[in-house]
Structure formats: C-alpha cells, structure tokens
C-alpha cells in the first residue's frame, strides 16, 4: 500500500504564493510520474502539473510561467510552489501518484484533497 500525505493548503490572497506538497510512503519500487491535479466546484478534475522521475514537467496552460514542480526521488516527494495566485486557482487540489509498488502491481493512488482558497 502506498500513502499520500499532502500538506500546504490553505487561505491566500490573490497574488500571493502557496507551497503544495506530497511525500509517499510504503511499499514503492519505483515511481513513473508524480503530480498534483484539482477540481473546482461543478468542474471536471484537471491536470495541474506533473513531473516524471527523470524530471521532464507538463503544466496546465492556465498556469504556464506562474508554478513551478519538482520532486525529490530520494525522499519520494513532489512539491509545486504556486505563485501570483488568482481567485480561479481556487479547487481541491489532490497529490497522484502512478508506479509500482514492491509486488510488481502497477498504482495509481490518490491523496484525500486540500483546500486552495485564493481571496481578492
């Protein structure tokens, strides 16, 4: 079984800053992709951003050249910094996780959600 510990959500004024963070824990062999996503109320759940183990990072448009990923493979941690946040950031934003864990089964796994409300 492989946990998902978010933490960093919270209340922020539109353009400020806000730290996410994931760390996964368990029976993880090994990690294909690691990132964070969000859902809006009455929206579909989108991509946020998202990094590979070798590092390569895909963003949602909507926040091109404003977040930023990165990930720890050592400590099995991503991590995105949120900057010049608008009040449409706001959503639950879950941490995903897609490996292996120590059994050769493939996992996607899913945080619980935190909470982003961006104030203007």
């Known amino acids: 079984q492989v946990q998902l510990v978010e933490s960093g959500g919270g209340l922020v004024q539109a353009g400020g800053s806000l730290r996410l963070s994931c760390a996964a824990s368990?029976?993880?062999?090994?990690?294909?992709?690691m990132g964070w996503y969000r859902q809006a109320p009455g929206k579909q759940r989108e991509l946020v951003a998202d990094?590979?183990?070798?590092?390569?990072?895909d963003y949602a448009d909507s926040v091109k050249g404003r977040f930023l990923i990165s990930r720890d493979n050592a400590k099995a941690t991503v991590t995105v910094l949120m900057n010049s946040l608008k009040s449409e950031d706001t959503a639950v934003y879950y941490c995903n996780f897609r490996g292996f864990q120590w059994s050769g089964n493939y996992l996607d796994a899913w945080g619980q959600g935190t909470l982003v409300t961006v104030s203007s």
């Open positions: 368990g029976r993880i062999s090994s990690s294909i992709v």
């Open positions: 990094i590979t183990s070798g590092g390569s990072a």
